[in-house]
């Protein structure tokens, strides 16, 4: 009788202690988690409010989980200095959508973002050829891409059509449209010389054509040096803003938005800022012509360079990583990144944009017929290299350096 009673009590003991962990498990799940997010959806990125939404939306859900959203643009360097500040601080966020690129290199290689492959619970299911493009030389997956991007010149059709001049699909079209604009009130190129990130890039394809490109900087390619020059030629030809050395990329994205000028080179990201100003549809993306032997048309500059990581010590923190883990899973899901893709017209990671508009439609079919992409040479060399190359082409437009040694100064940095 003694045996059954303590077999009883036993028995009511275990379910006592089943209980209290699961209990114990429940409050866990509901205790309060602060997630500090850094984007760079912010500013004039479109995609800006649709992030503010899922935020709300997450945290709807997840009632114990408050997301801080830290946001910045990636209009500028403001972006890139904030997150190697705050890495060398220690005081990175939880989870960042930022460059998986040289910028990334070193919080990679210092083990402050997780492989993600490697991570209990990260879902990298239904990607779909850019989740390889982000693969580090280590063999690791450290970000998660949202979207693929390419980089080209935006023309006003409409403006072309009034001035009867032809679309620079050319390089021949090109200078001729540079010189006929030149003539009008109408800029021909909204660019910046000081913050020119697009124009040396495409001015270097110009000039040597995709292996040219593709160059190490510290091959000091003859390509790199001609690009740079023979944009103080077309400076010379009135083909930029006479403020240009001065002007920022957002003032030279307005004077393209506000048709005071015929062509800008930017981003797919660009359309949704031209959805807003209502211009759309009178804008057609093309190809950088080129002028160098080899030269294949339709070439682009593009591919798959930001991606979503995770901190390391957040993820090691038993308080935060089923936050972590899930405010992930969330953002990546096929659902949601669509959502914040939709704004900008890119080409998703995941599923497919549909019922695109024809000036959509088009940038994409300009990335399939493309021969040959490639990412950034910013996104590919150092990070202050790269700075030193495009802040000074205002010095190689007003002559008080040649191409030639601006990318000699910048192979040295490296």
Known sequence: MQKKKFGLLSFLMVLCVMFLAACGSNSASSEEVELRVVTMMAGTDPSGKVFEEVLAEFQDENPNITIVNDSQSADAETIRTKVQTEYSS?????????????????????????????????D?????????????EDGGIYAAPQSGFYEAIFVNEKLFEEHGIELPTTWELYEKAIEEFAKTDIIPIAASTEASYYV???????????????AEL??????WAAGLDKIAEHA????????????????????????????????????????????????????MPGYADGFQHGELVGGSSSGWFISTESYEDENKRDAVVDFFNYVTSEEILLRLVEPTGQPPAKGELTDLEDHLANGHKLVADAPAVELPINDRIYAEAFTHMRQSVPEVVNGSKTGAQVVEEAAAME
């Open 90 to 122: 220690g005081n990175e966020p939880d989870v960042m959508f930022f460059f998986n690129t040289v910028d990334a290199q070193g919080i990679i290689n210092e083990g402050k973002v997780i492989n993600l492959e490697d991570a209990d619970g990260i």
């Open 124 to 136: 990298l299911s239904g990607y779909n050829s850019m989740l390889e493009q982000q693969r580090h």
């Open 200 to 214: 040396v890039e495409h001015y270097v394809l110009a000039a040597g054509g995709m292996d040219a490109y593709r």
């Open 218 to 223: 510290s091959d000091q390619n003859p390509a």
């Open 236 to 287: 010379e030809k009135g083909a930029f803003p006479a403020d240009a050395a001065t002007l920022d990329l957002g003032l030279a994205a307005e004077l393209f938005k506000q048709e005071q000028a015929a062509m800008i080179f930017e981003g797919s990201w660009f359309w949704g800022q031209l959805n807003e100003a209502g211009i759309a549809e009178q804008v057609k993306v093309l190809p």
